[in-house]
């Protein structure tokens, strides 16, 4: 059988190209309105500021009828990957950490079969199946692509490969992808692809963390953790975007967002897509944002995302951090191979030699709160990032808040496992918001120091509320009890059932505008969970 007839619903106006050839992607950009509009999906190009392009941009509400539209089809729940295989069998990365619907990119692909196709999943909730397929491919052929190449300067991996296919994206709504690739051996692996929303008025903001996705890749035997003999002192200084994931291509992802994108499209509040890399580049995109939602693991900023997403705030947009460690590492966009801003760097300890020491001191890719220039995470996440490994239960210290509601938890109820594996506390010494609201205070024990992971919420003068989970493992909680893949940590069903509805609680009241027009303001309670400390306002 076909393969776009098994699956009644695939779009068929994508379309993929050997790269060989000298014709373009099917869906040329002078049929993009038309067959926009036939479809009711938002026929949008790439940022004029950024990429040189006509500004395409369609009315925020036909972005959101379309993804409202997508929500109601069928999904396909064969997106799960069968069979991973060795990591040569198939692996490939995409020219691009985001597009908007109908904008080509490139995909690079290296497998030892003689073919295999591409496969396009869209992740939302879908009855349950949690993806739907919206475009596969026809055969590729296959080839084993070269080595990759090594910077000795900075130990820099690059896959330094020849574009494969390219892609078209007509008629793919807004939304976090896993494109499949499935090589005819039956290895399998994922190349992750948000399509972006290019306007957020009105909606929340899903901001994906592909600079930290990067930062983890041990591709090629370098991350910004280890080098090729596993030492720290031997690590990438700089990493790129232009080579594949490790694992099985999309492990961030599936762990730390996928939960949450699934469960937010659920509740159907409108959703707009993006990731830091895009507000980093064009903060246009949160104007009159509802709500920005940064995910289980988003561990590096630029100093511009960050700004910007500050700037939001303080213009009425909520804030949720549904991690721990969140903003943590100060990092500076440049080039790769594949164009601007595709290369995160990250001196980390090795500051001394990042070459804006001399005359960029606010650009040094060190931690946040460090020297030379200190601006600690807390003056925007509320809670300030402490220690890891820990394992520890999530203890509920203020039942009667609106974020618990329905959840028939009292104080000192506690959910095993929930804290850990990084966690964050409300630590008065650091640059403190005021006033900040404890509503979770957890005793834990990290390399043998007894200390506390805090959930903490608090408000603005634009009314703006924020909050913080001060756990990482907020989102995979989810999951917890039931039989979805991911690290469920001993999680049981009833921790599930409490974050799921704690969550639910928050990105409906979020959805709905600034918190503190609509929701009790926070009661400030840092001394009494903390007496005598000084406290330091942000």
Request: net charge positive.
């Amino acid at each position: 059988m076909d393969d776009q007839a098994e699956h009644g619903d695939v779009s068929t106006h994508g379309d993929v190209r050997p790269q060989d050839s000298d014709q373009p992607a099917l869906g040329r950009r002078r049929f993009l309105g038309a067959v926009g509009a036939a479809a009711g999906v938002a026929v949008a190009g790439c940022d004029s500021a950024s990429h040189g392009e006509p500004d395409r941009a369609a009315r925020p509400s036909e972005a959101m009828r379309a993804v409202d539209a997508e929500r109601s089809k069928r999904g396909n729940a064969d997106w799960r990957i069968r069979s991973v295989g060795p990591q040569e069998a198939v692996e490939g990365y995409a020219d691009k950490v985001s597009v908007v619907p109908g904008e080509e990119f490139g995909l690079y692909v290296s497998t030892t079969s003689p073919g295999f196709r591409v496969s396009a999943y869209r992740v939302g909730w879908y009855g349950g199946a949690q993806a739907r397929l919206i475009w596969r491919s026809g055969r590729v052929p296959g080839r084993r692509q070269k080595p990759p190449v090594l910077i000795d300067k900075t130990r820099t991996v690059q896959a330094d490969w020849q574009r494969t296919v390219r892609v078209g994206t007509e008629n793919w709504p807004e939304g976090a992808y896993l494109l499949r690739l499935d090589a005819e051996g039956g290895h399998q692996r994922y190349v992750p692809l948000i399509v972006r929303s290019e306007a957020a008025a009105g909606r929340t903001l899903l901001m994906h963390a592909v600079a930290t996705w990067q930062a983890y890749n041990t591709w090629g035997g370098f991350s910004l953790y280890q080098g090729q003999d596993g030492a720290y002192g031997t690590r990438s200084l700089a990493v790129g975007f232009d080579r594949p994931y490790d694992g099985n291509g999309a492990v961030k992802f599936l762990v730390y967002e996928r939960a949450l994108v699934v469960l937010a499209e659920r509740l159907g509040i409108p959703l707009a897509y993006t990731t830091g890399v895009d507000v980093h580049r064009d903060p246009k995109v949160l104007r009159g944002a509802a709500a920005v939602l940064s995910l289980g693991h988003d561990e590096y900023w630029t100093p511009q995302q960050r700004r910007y997403v500050t700037r939001a705030r303080d213009a009425g947009t909520n804030v949720a951090f549904l991690g721990a460690n969140t903003c943590y590492r100060r990092i500076r966009l440049e080039r790769g191979p594949g164009g601007a801003d595709r290369t995160v760097v990250c001196y980390k300890s090795a500051y001394h030699d990042d070459p804006y020491l001399a005359n960029r001191r606010d650009l040094v890719t060190t931690d946040f709160r460090q020297q030379p220039a200190p601006d600690p995470e807390s003056s925007l996440t509320g809670v300030f990032y402490e220690g890891y490994p820990t394992d520890a239960p999530y203890v509920v210290h203020n039942p009667g808040h609106w974020v618990y509601a329905g959840t028939g938890v009292r104080r000192g109820d506690s959910f095993a496992h929930l804290v850990g594996v990084e966690y964050d506390r409300v630590t008065p010494g650091e640059p403190t918001p005021e006033p900040l609201e404890i509503v979770a205070h957890s005793p834990l024990v990290c390399n043998g120091r007894h200390s506390h992971a805090d959930s903490a919420y608090y408000t603005v003068p634009s009314k703006a509320g924020v909050f913080a989970t001060g756990t990482m493992r907020w989102v995979e909680g989810l999951m917890a009890g039931t039989r979805e893949a991911g690290r469920n940590h001993g999680m049981d069903a009833r921790t599930g059932a409490f974050v799921r509805r704690t969550t639910e609680n928050l990105l409906r009241a979020f959805a709905a505008g600034p918190c503190a027009k609509h929701r009790p303001k926070p009661e400030d309670n840092v001394a009494e969970v903390y007496p005598g400390a000084s406290r330091v306002r942000a």
